[in-house]
């Protein structure tokens, strides 16, 4: 039970280091954090965590800064080269119900 409380924060890990960006750490620093630098820790820096010729393509494409929670908006995600649904119940209900409650 007590991993399944922790395991929440690991979405907000990029917001955690765009805090770090505030207090003073270097952007590339902070990315690096969240990229690279997980995946030497985790022993899989040779497919994972930047982007070369031979590694696995698993990453993300957005518009706007991915460190800053308020202009985050992914575009596309990519797994291993293939790309992945960014589909989800909250997105279809919303775009359903967005003509009915615009706001006049």
Same mark, same amino acid.
């Given at each position: 039970?007590?991993?399944?409380?922790?395991?929440?924060?690991?979405?907000?890990?990029?917001?955690?280091?765009?805090?770090?960006? /505030?207090?003073?750490?270097?952007?590339?620093? +902070?990315?690096?954090? $969240? =990229?690279?630098?997980? %995946?030497?820790? !985790?022993?899989?820096?040779?497919?994972? /965590?930047?982007?070369?010729?031979?590694?696995? +393509?698993?990453?993300? $494409? =957005?518009?706007?800064? %991915?460190?800053? !929670?308020?202009?985050?908006?992914?575009?596309?995600?990519?797994?291993?080269?293939?790309?992945?649904?960014?589909?989800?119940?909250?997105?279809?209900?919303?775009?359903?119900?967005?003509?009915?409650?615009?706001?006049?």
């Amino acid at each position: 039970m007590h991993q399944r409380r922790r395991g929440w924060r690991q979405r907000n890990l990029p917001f955690e280091a765009g805090q770090a960006v /505030g207090a003073g750490l270097p952007y590339e620093a +902070a990315v690096a954090a $969240i =990229s690279l630098n997980a %995946a030497k820790i !985790m022993g899989i820096a040779d497919r994972c /965590g930047s982007i070369e010729v031979g590694k696995d +393509a698993t990453l993300f $494409i =957005s518009e706007g800064d %991915a460190l800053d !929670m308020r202009t985050l908006q992914v575009t596309a995600a990519f797994i291993q080269g293939r790309e992945i649904s960014l589909d989800n119940k909250q997105k279809e209900l919303y775009n359903r119900f967005e003509e009915k409650y615009k706001r006049q």
